[in-house]
Protein backbone atom coordinates (compact mmCIF):
# COMPACT_ATOMS: atom_id res chain seq x y z
CA UNK A 1 0.00 0.00 0.00
CA UNK A 2 1.77 3.43 -0.96
CA UNK A 3 1.88 6.48 1.36
CA UNK A 4 -0.44 8.09 -0.77
CA UNK A 5 -3.16 5.12 -0.72
CA UNK A 6 -2.37 5.17 3.35
CA UNK A 7 -2.65 9.10 4.03
CA UNK A 8 -5.97 9.22 2.42
CA UNK A 9 -7.47 6.59 3.93
CA UNK A 10 -6.19 7.28 7.37
CA UNK A 11 -7.50 11.20 6.80
CA UNK A 12 -10.99 9.73 5.66
CA UNK A 13 -11.57 7.28 8.40
CA UNK A 14 -10.52 10.67 11.05
CA UNK A 15 -13.26 12.96 9.51
CA UNK A 16 -15.64 10.32 9.83
CA UNK A 17 -14.19 9.09 14.01
CA UNK A 18 -14.35 12.99 14.35
CA UNK A 19 -17.42 13.53 13.68
CA UNK A 20 -19.00 10.32 15.51
CA UNK A 21 -17.26 11.67 18.54
CA UNK A 22 -18.86 15.25 17.76
CA UNK A 23 -22.47 13.73 17.57
CA UNK A 24 -22.08 12.64 21.06
CA UNK A 25 -23.20 9.53 23.31
CA UNK A 26 -24.89 6.65 21.21
CA UNK A 27 -27.69 4.92 22.60
CA UNK A 28 -25.71 1.98 23.50
CA UNK A 29 -23.27 4.53 25.32
CA UNK A 30 -25.61 5.74 27.13
CA UNK A 31 -27.00 2.83 28.50
CA UNK A 32 -23.37 1.27 29.57
CA UNK A 33 -22.43 4.52 31.48
CA UNK A 34 -26.48 3.87 33.04
CA UNK A 35 -25.42 0.55 34.28
CA UNK A 36 -21.75 1.87 35.04
CA UNK A 37 -23.50 3.70 37.82
CA UNK A 38 -24.97 0.61 39.46
CA UNK A 39 -21.48 -0.81 40.32
CA UNK A 40 -18.90 0.04 42.81
CA UNK A 41 -15.28 0.71 42.88
CA UNK A 42 -13.59 -1.58 45.09
CA UNK A 43 -10.78 -1.28 47.31
CA UNK A 44 -7.30 -3.65 46.68
CA UNK A 45 -8.26 -5.58 49.38
CA UNK A 46 -12.24 -6.58 48.38
CA UNK A 47 -10.20 -6.85 44.51
CA UNK A 48 -8.01 -9.38 46.11
CA UNK A 49 -10.50 -11.15 48.41
CA UNK A 50 -12.92 -11.29 44.97
CA UNK A 51 -10.09 -13.12 42.99
CA UNK A 52 -8.84 -15.60 45.52
CA UNK A 53 -12.94 -16.87 45.67
CA UNK A 54 -13.49 -16.57 42.33
CA UNK A 55 -10.45 -15.91 40.15
CA UNK A 56 -13.07 -16.01 36.80
CA UNK A 57 -15.09 -13.26 38.26
CA UNK A 58 -15.17 -9.97 35.71
CA UNK A 59 -18.34 -7.75 36.95
CA UNK A 60 -19.45 -8.11 40.34
CA UNK A 61 -22.45 -6.44 42.72
CA UNK A 62 -25.12 -7.65 45.28
CA UNK A 63 -28.29 -9.41 44.89
CA UNK A 64 -29.94 -6.01 44.83
CA UNK A 65 -28.08 -4.61 42.56
CA UNK A 66 -28.03 -7.45 40.31
CA UNK A 67 -32.45 -7.02 40.50
CA UNK A 68 -31.68 -3.41 39.58
CA UNK A 69 -29.85 -4.02 36.43
CA UNK A 70 -32.74 -6.96 35.61
CA UNK A 71 -31.11 -10.04 36.38
CA UNK A 72 -31.35 -12.59 39.36
CA UNK A 73 -28.69 -14.37 41.02
CA UNK A 74 -28.78 -17.67 39.96
CA UNK A 75 -30.31 -20.52 42.68
CA UNK A 76 -27.26 -22.30 45.19
CA UNK A 77 -24.71 -19.83 43.90
CA UNK A 78 -22.19 -19.21 46.77
CA UNK A 79 -21.92 -15.11 47.76
CA UNK A 80 -18.58 -13.95 47.53
CA UNK A 81 -17.25 -12.54 50.49
CA UNK A 82 -16.21 -8.98 50.89
CA UNK A 83 -15.97 -5.87 53.63
CA UNK A 84 -18.14 -3.38 53.16
CA UNK A 85 -17.81 0.13 55.53
CA UNK A 86 -19.49 0.66 57.97
CA UNK A 87 -20.18 4.55 58.17
CA UNK A 88 -20.90 6.87 61.18
CA UNK A 89 -22.27 10.37 60.79
CA UNK A 90 -20.10 13.32 59.43
CA UNK A 91 -19.84 16.41 61.66
CA UNK A 92 -20.84 19.47 60.10
CA UNK A 93 -18.42 20.32 57.72
CA UNK A 94 -16.72 17.24 57.57
CA UNK A 95 -16.03 15.90 53.72
CA UNK A 96 -13.63 12.91 53.49
CA UNK A 97 -15.18 9.82 53.35
CA UNK A 98 -12.30 8.12 54.88
CA UNK A 99 -13.20 10.26 58.03
CA UNK A 100 -16.12 8.64 58.49
CA UNK A 101 -15.58 4.92 58.14
CA UNK A 102 -16.04 3.74 61.74
CA UNK A 103 -15.85 -0.22 61.31
CA UNK A 104 -15.95 -2.97 58.69
CA UNK A 105 -18.67 -5.79 58.42
CA UNK A 106 -18.88 -8.90 56.03
CA UNK A 107 -21.16 -7.91 52.64
CA UNK A 108 -22.25 -10.15 49.84
CA UNK A 109 -21.60 -9.91 46.49
CA UNK A 110 -22.17 -12.31 43.10
CA UNK A 111 -20.26 -12.74 39.75
CA UNK A 112 -22.27 -11.57 36.44
CA UNK A 113 -21.43 -15.58 35.76
CA UNK A 114 -23.83 -16.73 38.55
CA UNK A 115 -26.86 -14.41 37.59
CA UNK A 116 -29.11 -14.87 34.58
CA UNK A 117 -31.79 -12.41 32.94
CA UNK A 118 -31.66 -9.28 30.89
CA UNK A 119 -28.38 -9.00 29.15
CA UNK A 120 -26.18 -6.25 30.20
CA UNK A 121 -25.50 -3.09 28.26
CA UNK A 122 -22.28 -3.37 26.11
CA UNK A 123 -20.55 -1.61 23.06
CA UNK A 124 -21.16 -1.92 19.44
CA UNK A 125 -18.88 -4.81 18.57
CA UNK A 126 -16.66 -4.79 15.13
CA UNK A 127 -18.07 -6.47 12.48
CA UNK A 128 -16.89 -8.33 9.51
CA UNK A 129 -14.10 -10.72 8.32
CA UNK A 130 -10.37 -9.34 8.87
CA UNK A 131 -9.08 -12.46 6.12
CA UNK A 132 -5.32 -12.85 5.68
CA UNK A 133 -4.91 -9.17 7.18
CA UNK A 134 -5.12 -11.08 10.71
CA UNK A 135 -2.49 -13.28 10.24
CA UNK A 136 -0.25 -10.41 8.53
CA UNK A 137 -0.96 -7.97 11.93
CA UNK A 138 0.15 -11.17 14.07
CA UNK A 139 3.39 -11.54 12.09
CA UNK A 140 4.06 -7.51 12.62
CA UNK A 141 3.38 -7.88 16.34
CA UNK A 142 5.97 -10.73 15.99
CA UNK A 143 8.24 -8.85 13.95
CA UNK A 144 8.16 -5.95 16.30
CA UNK A 145 9.90 -7.94 19.26
CA UNK A 146 6.21 -7.89 21.00
CA UNK A 147 5.01 -11.21 22.47
CA UNK A 148 1.38 -12.15 21.91
CA UNK A 149 -0.39 -14.53 24.69
CA UNK A 150 -4.19 -15.66 24.96
CA UNK A 151 -5.76 -15.55 28.41
CA UNK A 152 -9.28 -15.90 29.80
CA UNK A 153 -7.91 -14.37 33.23
CA UNK A 154 -8.06 -10.43 31.70
CA UNK A 155 -11.55 -9.76 34.21
CA UNK A 156 -13.57 -7.67 32.02
CA UNK A 157 -10.62 -6.34 29.73
CA UNK A 158 -10.19 -7.97 26.38
CA UNK A 159 -6.68 -6.91 26.05
CA UNK A 160 -2.97 -5.88 27.41
CA UNK A 161 -0.44 -4.22 26.77
CA UNK A 162 2.49 -4.65 29.00
CA UNK A 163 5.47 -3.47 27.27
CA UNK A 164 6.94 -5.85 24.72
CA UNK A 165 4.00 -8.26 25.35
CA UNK A 166 0.49 -8.15 23.87
CA UNK A 167 -2.72 -10.66 25.82
CA UNK A 168 -5.25 -11.00 24.23
CA UNK A 169 -8.82 -12.27 26.13
CA UNK A 170 -9.11 -16.17 25.14
CA UNK A 171 -12.35 -16.91 22.20
CA UNK A 172 -12.92 -13.44 21.20
CA UNK A 173 -14.51 -13.01 17.87
CA UNK A 174 -12.04 -12.45 14.59
CA UNK A 175 -13.04 -8.95 13.82
CA UNK A 176 -13.17 -7.97 17.45
CA UNK A 177 -9.58 -9.80 18.05
CA UNK A 178 -8.67 -7.81 15.24
CA UNK A 179 -9.13 -4.67 16.57
CA UNK A 180 -8.35 -5.40 20.21
CA UNK A 181 -4.77 -6.12 18.45
CA UNK A 182 -4.56 -3.31 16.93
CA UNK A 183 -5.37 -1.24 19.67
CA UNK A 184 -2.71 -2.96 22.31
CA UNK A 185 -0.05 -2.93 19.17
CA UNK A 186 -0.92 1.29 18.97
CA UNK A 187 -0.09 1.07 22.92
CA UNK A 188 3.13 -0.46 22.21
CA UNK A 189 4.20 1.45 19.45
CA UNK A 190 3.12 4.76 21.26
CA UNK A 191 2.77 4.39 25.09
CA UNK A 192 5.82 2.51 26.20
CA UNK A 193 9.11 3.34 25.26
CA UNK A 194 11.45 3.73 28.36
CA UNK A 195 11.43 7.41 28.48
CA UNK A 196 9.96 10.34 28.24
CA UNK A 197 6.61 11.49 29.77
CA UNK A 198 3.60 9.52 29.08
CA UNK A 199 0.57 11.45 28.04
CA UNK A 200 -2.65 10.83 30.02
CA UNK A 201 -4.94 7.84 30.09
CA UNK A 202 -7.39 9.85 28.21
CA UNK A 203 -4.61 10.80 25.31
CA UNK A 204 -3.63 7.18 25.54
CA UNK A 205 -6.69 5.41 24.94
CA UNK A 206 -8.16 7.97 22.43
CA UNK A 207 -4.85 7.61 20.48
CA UNK A 208 -5.12 3.77 20.30
CA UNK A 209 -8.71 3.45 19.57
CA UNK A 210 -8.21 5.41 16.94
CA UNK A 211 -5.61 3.71 15.63
CA UNK A 212 -7.76 0.77 15.82
CA UNK A 213 -10.56 2.62 13.74
CA UNK A 214 -8.65 3.77 10.87
CA UNK A 215 -6.92 0.62 10.24
CA UNK A 216 -9.97 -1.31 10.67
CA UNK A 217 -12.02 0.70 8.03
CA UNK A 218 -9.12 0.41 6.51
CA UNK A 219 -9.75 -2.90 5.58
CA UNK A 220 -13.47 -3.33 5.38
CA UNK A 221 -14.77 -3.97 8.70
CA UNK A 222 -18.00 -2.22 10.18
CA UNK A 223 -16.66 -0.72 13.66
CA UNK A 224 -20.71 0.78 14.20
CA UNK A 225 -20.15 3.06 17.27
CA UNK A 226 -17.19 0.85 19.15
CA UNK A 227 -14.57 3.16 18.51
CA UNK A 228 -16.47 6.82 19.44
CA UNK A 229 -17.71 5.05 22.51
CA UNK A 230 -14.39 3.98 23.79
CA UNK A 231 -13.23 7.04 23.14
CA UNK A 232 -16.26 8.97 24.84
CA UNK A 233 -15.66 6.47 27.95
CA UNK A 234 -12.08 8.00 28.55
CA UNK A 235 -13.57 11.58 27.89
CA UNK A 236 -11.63 11.78 24.80
CA UNK A 237 -12.92 14.82 22.44
CA UNK A 238 -12.46 16.49 19.35
CA UNK A 239 -9.44 18.40 20.46
CA UNK A 240 -7.74 15.09 21.97
CA UNK A 241 -8.10 13.69 18.52
CA UNK A 242 -6.56 16.67 16.42
CA UNK A 243 -4.02 16.99 19.13
CA UNK A 244 -2.82 13.29 18.61
CA UNK A 245 -3.73 13.57 14.68
CA UNK A 246 -0.06 13.00 13.15
CA UNK A 247 0.58 10.86 15.87
CA UNK A 248 -2.53 8.27 14.77
CA UNK A 249 -1.80 8.88 11.16
CA UNK A 250 1.87 7.89 11.47
CA UNK A 251 0.62 4.48 13.92
CA UNK A 252 -2.19 3.87 11.21
CA UNK A 253 0.20 4.30 7.99
CA UNK A 254 2.53 1.96 9.69
CA UNK A 255 0.37 -1.01 10.56
CA UNK A 256 -1.59 -0.37 7.26
CA UNK A 257 1.75 -0.84 5.14
CA UNK A 258 2.64 -3.97 7.07
CA UNK A 259 -0.91 -5.80 6.27
CA UNK A 260 -1.79 -4.02 2.74
CA UNK A 261 0.20 -5.54 0.03
CA UNK A 262 0.26 -2.43 -2.55
CA UNK A 263 -2.81 -2.67 -4.74
CA UNK A 264 -4.87 -4.75 -2.50
CA UNK A 265 -8.61 -3.39 -2.21
CA UNK A 266 -11.36 -3.66 0.50
CA UNK A 267 -11.76 -0.77 2.01
CA UNK A 268 -15.31 1.37 1.22
CA UNK A 269 -13.51 4.72 2.11
CA UNK A 270 -11.42 4.03 -0.65
CA UNK A 271 -14.25 4.54 -3.24
CA UNK A 272 -14.98 7.87 -1.83
CA UNK A 273 -13.10 11.09 -2.71
CA UNK A 274 -11.18 12.91 -0.03
CA UNK A 275 -13.36 15.86 1.72
CA UNK A 276 -14.56 17.22 5.28
CA UNK A 277 -12.41 18.77 7.99
CA UNK A 278 -9.41 16.92 7.15
CA UNK A 279 -9.17 17.10 3.58
CA UNK A 280 -5.65 16.53 1.61
CA UNK A 281 -4.36 20.20 1.78
CA UNK A 282 -5.25 20.43 5.21
CA UNK A 283 -4.17 17.35 6.97
CA UNK A 284 -0.20 17.16 9.01
CA UNK A 285 1.91 14.71 6.88
CA UNK A 286 1.84 11.42 8.12
Keep these: MNTASVKRLVGQAMDRLIADVEAGHSDRLKAYLAMLGRFHRYSWRNVLLIHVQCPEASRVAGYRAWQKLGRRVRAGQRAIRILAPVLRRAPDGEEEEQDRIAAFKAACVFDVSQTEGRPLAEFSRVEGDPGP ?22 GGAEGLSAGGRVVLKEGLPRPTAFSVLVHELAHELLHCAPTGEQPSRKVRETEAEAVAYVVCQAIGLETHTAASDYIQLYRGDRETLLASLGRIQRTAGEILRAIRPAGETGSALEAQQPAGLLSTAQRPAA
Design 133 to 154: CMERLKHLVRRKGIALEYSDRL
